[in-house]
């Protein structure tokens, strides 16, 4: 079966970096875009951009670009998010999903459990 | 930006009636449109994607119609694990998602 185990929940201060960690297994980690999707509290998901594994191709939504970092192991089978400083306005949940096909646009057939980030001073 | 507009914000049902949740596009995406259902405290779903194409393991009373702009979600005789928030996702110009749909 396929799994996206994503990394605890997080607490940060404004300014801080971190970086969140999506473990795939049950399929070809390289084969399939992995999602970034940020869901702040009561609204509708918002896709962040996505990632190849297979060659760490990457596409940022527009508003996203420069604010996070998305990379891949592909040695073991994980996805991450990185944020270089954090600001309050990154609180949100955050999952990670697999396209349900091989193209980096797609629906996402998959999800991990989200990684809750509070930054709060 | 293509922006999805789903209606209505709320739909109050009891179970066993019918669920009709909208979807309208910004600007036509052929059939490159989803479905996903999110219950309090998990990720969503895939329900239906391509506008009508049920994901694996989703139940024969859940279906999706339209095409262009205007796309259709049905959830025929509610169950009581249905009620939750459905949101909609295009993939034709980038990704974006609609708002929600509360059926309570």
């Known amino acids: 079966d396929v799994q996206l185990v994503q990394s605890a929940a997080e607490v940060k201060k404004p300014g801080e970096s971190l970086t969140i960690s999506c473990e795939a297994s049950g399929y070809m980690f390289s084969n399939y875009w992995i999602a970034w999707v940020r869901q702040l509290p009561g609204k509708g998901p918002e896709w962040m951009g996505v990632i190849y594994p297979g060659d760490s191709d990457t596409r940022y939504r527009s508003s996203f670009e420069g604010q996070v970092t998305f990379s891949a192991d592909k040695s073991i089978n994980t996805a991450y998010l990185q944020w270089r400083s954090l600001e309050a306005s990154d609180s949100a949940m955050y999952y990670c999903?697999?396209?349900?096909?091989?193209?980096?646009?797609?629906?996402?057939?998959?999800w991990g459990q989200g990684t809750a980030l509070t930054v709060s001073s | 930006e293509i922006v999805l507009t789903q209606s209505p914000a709320t739909l109050s049902l009891s179970p066993g009636e019918t669920a009709t949740l909208s979807c309208r596009a910004s600007?036509?995406?052929?059939?490159?449109l989803a479905w996903y259902q999110q219950k309090p405290g998990q990720a969503p779903r895939l329900l239906i994607y391509d506008a009508s194409n049920r994901a694996t393991g989703i139940p024969a009373r859940f279906s999706g119609s339209g095409s262009g702009t205007d796309f259709t979600l049905t959830i025929n005789s509610l169950e009581p694990e249905d009620f939750a928030v459905y949101y909609c996702q295009q993939r034709s110009n980038s990704v974006t998602f609609g708002q929600g749909t509360k059926l309570e």
């Open positions: 600007q036509g995406v052929t059939r490159y």
């Open positions: 999903a697999r396209t349900r096909d091989a193209n980096g646009y797609s629906f996402l057939a998959f």
